[in-house]
Nanobody
Framework: QVQLVESGGGLVQAGGSLRLSCAAS????MGWFRQAPGKEREFVAA????????YYTDSVKGRFTISRDNAKNTVYLQMNSLKPDDTAVYYC???????????????WGQGTQVTVSS
């Protein structure tokens, strides 16, 4: 059973920063999705095992950075210049295939709330 354990969410003012972490129980391609109130879940970022392939949704490019520490089976999402529109539950995701991570990942974490106040 794959386990994904997220941490690092919270409340921050607009323009501030947060870093999310997700520890996995094994070795996977990994990423992040988010779901804002009343909206569908959307892809945020993904990174392959080597870190050589990284993807972002357009709305976070230049503000968010995804990275990973394979020795710890952990992926991070550094979020800078946060906006109220970034308010959402953020989900860590994993799959054996990086394309599926970006579209229909097999494994999901429990989610962590990020709230950005104006």
């Amino acid at each position: 059973q794959v386990q994904l354990v997220e941490s690092g969410g919270g409340l921050v003012q607009a323009g501030g920063s947060l870093r999310l972490s997700c520890a996995a129980s094994g070795q996977y391609e990994m990423g992040w999705f988010r779901q804002a109130p009343g909206k569908e879940r959307e892809f945020v970022a993904a990174i392959n095992w080597t870190g050589g392939s990284i993807y972002y949704t357009d709305s976070v490019k230049g503000r968010f950075t995804i990275s990973r520490d394979n020795a710890k089976n952990t992926v991070y999402l550094q979020m800078n210049s946060l906006k109220p529109d970034d308010t959402a539950v953020y989900y860590c995701v994993a799959d054996s295939n990086i394309i599926r991570v970006r579209r229909t990942p097999a494994y999901w974490g429990q989610g962590t709330q990020v709230t950005v106040s104006s």
